[in-house]
């Protein structure tokens, strides 16, 4: 997904503490209607950043606060000379507040206000001051038609706060969403503005504060933080004498038959993200294959629970899981990690056996499942899992006390207290087989060389999606091997060996 400009807050909120939030600086003593008329101004002026020349403006609107926004944009827009409508779906008259005072003065300014119909000519830049945040169900007539007529004009689109459907807790569409090239938001960030399918519908997105009070904004509670460089953990600094004995030890634990690759990937990237020694317990018929593409991990053949005990005896931190397979070697070697005490990352085929009751975690451990593996654990559909991620993240955390990552487009780190990080960065080349291992590697060599679980996932999952949008600038076809090199780049720029 195209990340976010590095100008964005790092807080995320829901629509109710946007509202919240809304209140508490009118009740300190700016009206709404001042805060209206800050949110217009803020979208003229990006507007006119994206589309200078057009000079024509259809402003879609609604019913609540959002179509405000929009009436006063259109006033602004009249002034300046631009030829403008405003096509009502929802009843003006039925507008409250400050709503309504927008309204009457864009009508007061001579700005055209017509009844929308599904006949009516959309022109120029189209914005859709339609539904807004406060939408929590399915997108009703004639607010469905508008949009899909909208959609189909092929027209420039500017969505006020968020593209009408979608939602903006969530990222989940609620049955029909606008779908914008430029979404200029206000007041703070809405979370669902991250995650889900938001990435598909949002457009370049822009935020405007309304010069809201910096104390009253930090006193509102969030309901996630994005991660960006400024406030991500950074590994111990590397002192002159340190050896590989300080760096900690990663055990990878997969490998069954057919599935090499994956155990492979995850130990390549627990060497290349800085682990000072990396074992491997895999398949005896893997050893070779493993010794001549990773000539500097201790592979070793492992048969039984009782030899992993003993291998695993000297590790810091247990990967588990990447090749694992879920048949009687698997179940045999996750028995042997359920009872260590090394600090785990537990992926794939380890959270699918766990899903299925067949093991207990240990005390100190990580998740990283993908949607799939999170809705077997949740015992719900995928699609649940997707409708509300933020949701899915926290039940995790909250139902194994563990600290979570839930995968995807805008990955999600949740601790069971309920904290939730999004990771916002990242692109489409990644999808594909073998990045959930590189991961669970990177995450266990962040883990063994000294970061709790939290820490070690937030930066993984950054350092992670960012070698990603490095590599996938030579396109499609990205092999998950290739972010390994890319991985240790991204490392050492943020918090490296001394030069």
């Known amino acids: 997904m195209p990340h976010s400009p590095d100008n964005l807050p790092l807080a995320l909120y829901t629509a109710a503490q946007v509202r919240e939030l809304d209140a508490r600086l009118i009740a300190a003593g700016t009206p709404g209607f001042t805060l209206m008329s800050r949110a217009a101004h803020a979208i003229w002026r990006a507007l006119r950043r994206r589309w200078p020349d057009v000079g024509v403006l259809t402003v879609l609107a ?4 959002n179509a405000g926004d929009g009436y006063l944009l259109a006033a602004l827009a009249l002034r300046a000379g631009w030829r403008v409508q405003v096509l009502a779906v929802g009843d003006s008259a039925a507008l409250l507040g400050a709503a309504a005072q927008a309204r009457d003065e ?27 945040t406060g939408l929590s169900g399915a997108v009703r ?36 969403a606008v779908r914008s090239q430029l979404t200029v938001t206000l007041i703070g960030l809405k979370l669902g503005l991250f995650t889900g399918e938001a990435a598909q519908w949002v457009g370049e ?7 809201a009070d910096a104390l009253i904004v930090a006193a509102q509670a969030s309901a996630a933080q994005r991660l960006a460089g400024s406030n991500l953990p950074r590994l111990p600094a590397r002192l002159a004498g340190v050896h590989k004995g300080q760096l900690g030890h990663v055990l990878v634990v997969g490998g069954d038959r057919g599935f090499a690759g994956a155990a492979l990937l995850a130990a390549q990237s627990a060497l290349r993200s800085g682990a000072g020694l990396v074992s491997l317990a895999t398949r005896a018929e893997h050893l070779a294959a493993a010794q001549a593409r990773l000539p500097e991990v201790m592979a070793a053949a492992m048969a039984s629970a009782n030899q992993l005990r003993s291998l695993g005896a000297a590790a810091s931190v247990w990967v588990v899981g990447p090749g694992l397979g879920q048949g009687a070697w698997g179940r045999s070697l996750l028995s042997a990690a359920q009872v260590s005490a090394a600090a785990q990352v537990w992926d794939a085929d380890a959270l699918n056996l766990l899903a299925a009751g067949a093991v207990t975690l240990p005390a100190d451990c990580l ?16 699609a649940a899992v997707q409708a509300d991620r933020p949701a899915a993240a926290r039940a995790l955390a909250r139902r194994y006390g563990v600290v979570c990552v839930l995968k995807g487009a805008g990955t999600l780190i949740a601790e069971p ?27 266990g060599a962040l883990r063994a060389q000294g ?4 820490a070690a996932a937030c930066l993984g999952v950054w350092a992670h999606a960012l070698a990603g949008e490095r590599q996938a600038l030579e396109g499609c076809g990205l092999a998950a091997s290739d972010l390994c090199a890319a991985i240790r780049q991204v490392l ?3 918090a490296g060996c001394p030069n």
Do not use: K
């Open 62 to 65: 609604g019913r609540g606060n």
């Open 106 to 132: 864009a009508l007061a300014a001579g700005v055209v206000v017509q009844p929308w119909s599904e006949c009516a000519p959309l022109d120029g830049v189209v914005v859709d001051a339609l539904l807004g």
């Open 141 to 176: 007539e004639p607010y469905a038609q508008a949009i899909r007529l909208l959609n189909a004009s092929g027209l420039p689109v500017l969505a006020v706060d968020i593209p009408s459907g979608l939602c903006s807790d969530t990222g989940q569409v609620l049955g029909v």
């Open 205 to 211: 997105l822009v935020f405007d504060d309304v010069q």
């Open 367 to 382: 998740l990283t499942p993908h949607p799939g593996e999170a809705a077997r654990l949740l015992a719900i559909s995928t």
């Open 417 to 443: 207290s309920g904290h939730v990080w999004l990771c916002d960065r990242g692109h489409p080349a990644m999808a594909g087989a073998g990045l959930g291992d590189v991961l669970a590697g990177l995450i």
């Open 451 to 454: 970061l709790p679980a939290t």
């Open 492 to 494: 050492q720029e943020h």
